[in-house]
Nanobody
Framework: QVQLVESGGGLVQAGGSLRLSCAAS????????MGWFRRAPGKERELVAA????????NYAGSVKGRFTISRDNAKNSMYLQMNSLKPEDTAVYYC??????????????????WGQGTQVTVSS
């Protein structure tokens, strides 16, 4: 079992920044891939960014590339999403997720088997 808890969401003006955190517990954190997803009202859930177990490999959605940075600190069992130059279209509930059956970057949502409860990010124009 893996428990994931997100924090750091909130309300920010367009152009601003937020940093999301995800604290994990339950298994050896460095052995599995992690990712950030989001779901906006009326839209499908989408992968925002993913990171390998070691943190050496990452993958980003085209809409956030160059603005968001995913990272992890395996010593602290934590993953982060630094979000800069935020846009109103980034407004969504953001979820962290774990793909515990693999250590390489996971881009297929189906391989993620544990999810956090989500944190709301609202970007005002």
């Amino acid at each position: 079992q893996v428990q994931l808890v997100e924090s750091g969401g909130g309300l920010v003006q367009a152009g601003g920044s937020l940093r999301l955190s995800c604290a994990a517990s339950g298994r050896t954190f460095s052995r599995y891939a992690m990712g950030w997803f989001r779901r906006a009202p009326g839209k499908e859930r989408e992968l925002v960014a993913a990171i390998s177990g070691s943190g050496a490999s990452t993958n980003y959605a085209g809409s956030v590339k160059g603005r968001f940075t995913i990272s992890r600190d395996n010593a602290k069992n934590s993953m982060y999403l630094q979000m800069n130059s935020l846009k109103p279209e980034d407004t969504a509930v953001y979820y962290c997720a774990a793909a515990t059956r693999q250590a390489v970057v996971a881009t297929n949502p189906r391989v993620y088997d544990y999810w956090g409860q989500g944190t709301q990010v609202t970007v005002s124009s």
